[in-house]
């Protein structure tokens, strides 16, 4: 399902080795992986094992055909 959220892990920083947590989500196109750092604050987004800039995850993310809790209203 496009938008579904997948189980988070935990790997080390690369800045400052604090624990990172990673949420996937799976888009049109694939997965977007954020990468967070509680320690330094350290994020980034990962795209086919490639870093990617939040602006192109985000315009994927629009793009997106996410059921809504309340599209049954809109249509009425």
Do not use: F, H
Not at 11 to 29: K, N
Not at 44 to 70: C, F, I, K, Q, Y
């Amino acid at each position: 399902m496009a938008g579904e959220a997948k189980k988070s892990n935990t790997t080390a920083c690369a800045q400052c080795t604090g624990p990172m947590v990673s949420i996937s989500l799976r888009v049109t196109s694939g997965m977007r992986t954020m990468y967070s750092c509680s320690t330094c604050d350290l994020r980034v987004w990962v795209a086919e094992g490639d870093t990617t800039a939040l602006r192109s995850v985000l315009a994927e993310l629009s793009e997106t055909d996410v059921p809504r809790r309340n599209s049954r209203l809109l249509q009425e």
